[in-house]
Structure formats: structure tokens, C-alpha cells
């Protein structure tokens, strides 16, 4: 067994908001210290062949270079609300499905499926409990949308309805880039398969800056106040020393990059 750490929810330039093509995406997150990505493409420019020839560049290029790229799927409700992130190897379900034919039919072909983002647009106001079963995750701690924080509310609703915590990049550009992980139990040599199998089985877990999400909130693990203020005093000089190089990097291998301006990251929406 090996712990390999994934980025999740990233946006390729199968998604109307993004320019950053697969294998730049693997150079960027594989300098940034990942193993492996959750890739999260729109539904509204999917169609059933632009889903296949995703999937068989996710295939061929995690098998040429060893960095683990899971296909996925952001689908969202009729009006925008509610994004559902959709990982693996799976059909595509069309464009603006229903949220709850959608959960049944992946949770039945085996996919990951998360509840996005709840601070945006108050997506949290639809989730509804009846969906966790069918559910495997839930962001809490989107760096697009949550910022520096994790999410209080995803927090608890992860803890209460026993859904993995995920913390998710939504990456459009390097502005969302940030040590946010999920940490996938694996077997040596293991494809995108295994990757979807484990987290469904809860073999995972998230990581912000090597800790636990909660350390970082307001949620019930994170309330007692004493924890929470030490891990700010902890976590605040490596923020800061994370965002400075951040800032610094560019798409060449780790501390080889001029400054270059971010391009990329201020997309209209995800
Ligand atoms: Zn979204
Ligand atoms: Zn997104």
C-alpha cells in the first residue's frame, strides 16, 4: 500500500473557462507536488464523444507518464445552483441532468460523486440529505470559493451525514493553486480504477498543509478554540511562504520559474 495525493477538481481545456491543455496540467501539478488529478470538465461543453476522448487522453497520458489523471464530469442542476463533480470511468449523463437521476445512475456505474462548492450561490440551501447515500463527498474546502478557510457548514454536513470531507483546487489557473490534497490508500501500481474504487470506499482522506481541513474551521472538530488558534499561528507564516511561491512558479519544474502573471485564474465562473 501507498498514500499518493491527488488534486481535486480540475478544470482542462475541455471546459469553456479554461485554456490549460492535460499534459501542461500534469506538468503543473506534478511540479506542485501531486501524484495524480481529479480532472472535472463542464457538462455544458461535454458531448458524448468529447467525454470519450477525454477519458482515452486521461488513460493514455497517466500511462506515459505515470501521474494518475481520474476523468470527471462537473454536471449542474437547470439553473447553475447546484454543481455535482463526477469521477471515473463512467457513461456521460447529458447536459443539466435532474441532481437525483444523476446520483442514482453513478452511484450505480461505480463513479465518485461530490457535492461542489456549497458557499456558491448558497448551492448549501439544496442540498438535500436524501442525496447523501448516493453521495461519496463533499467539498469542504474549496479554494476557488472558500478562500483560505475551509467551509463550516460543509464541515458539519460532511460529519453528520458520514460523507468524505474533499478539498478541492477548482482549478482554472495557478491562482487556485494550493496545498489542498485528497491522500488515496493504493496499491503499487495502481490506475485511475483503483483511484475511484478507494475513495468510494473511504480509503481517502483530505489534507490542507499536511492537516486535517477541520484543524483550519469552525466545524465540530474544530471547535475547540485553543486547537483552532494554534493551528492558525502554525499555519499562517507557511500560508504565506506557500502563497510567495505560488506567486513565483511557472509551468517549469519546481523553483525553476520566472514570475509570470496568472493568466488563467480569474475565469467568470467554474
Ligand atoms: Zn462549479
Ligand atoms: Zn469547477
Sequence with gaps: MTTLRFASHIHSI???????????????????????????????TM???????LREECARLSASTGFILVPGVEYQDEDHVVHL???GDVPFYGRSPRIGTLLEAAAGDGAVTVFAHPARRNARDRF???????????????????????????LDAAAEH????FVSLDFHGRRQLYPLAMLVDLPSGADQRDVVSAMREGRCRA???GL???????????????????????????????????????????????PEADTNGASRHD
Design 14 to 44: 475541455c471546459s469553456d473557462d479554461s485554456t490549460w491543455t492535460l499534459p501542461r496540467l500534469v506538468r503543473i501539478l506534478r511540479g506542485a507536488g501531486y501524484d495524480g488529478a481529479l480532472v472535472c470538465d463542464h457538462d455544458r
Design 47 to 53: 458531448t458524448g464523444r468529447s467525454w470519450d476522448r
Design 85 to 87: 463533480p463526477v469521477f
Design 128 to 154: 438535500d440529505a436524501g442525496w447523501s447515500p448516493l453521495l461519496t463527498g463533499i467539498e469542504v474546502w474549496s479554494r476557488k470559493y472558500d478562500g483560505l478557510r475551509p467551509n463550516g457548514w460543509a
Design 162 to 165: 458520514r460523507l468524505t470531507g
Design 207 to 209: 489534507s490542507a498543509l
Design 212 to 258: 486535517r481541513p477541520e484543524r483550519f474551521g469552525s466545524g465540530l472538530l474544530g471547535a475547540a478554540g485553543s486547537t483552532l488558534e494554534s493551528t492558525r499561528r502554525w499555519a499562517a507564516p507557511r500560508l504565506r511562504r506557500v502563497e510567495a511561491a505560488m506567486r513565483r512558479r511557472n509551468d517549469g519544474p519546481p523553483g525553476a520559474g520566472l
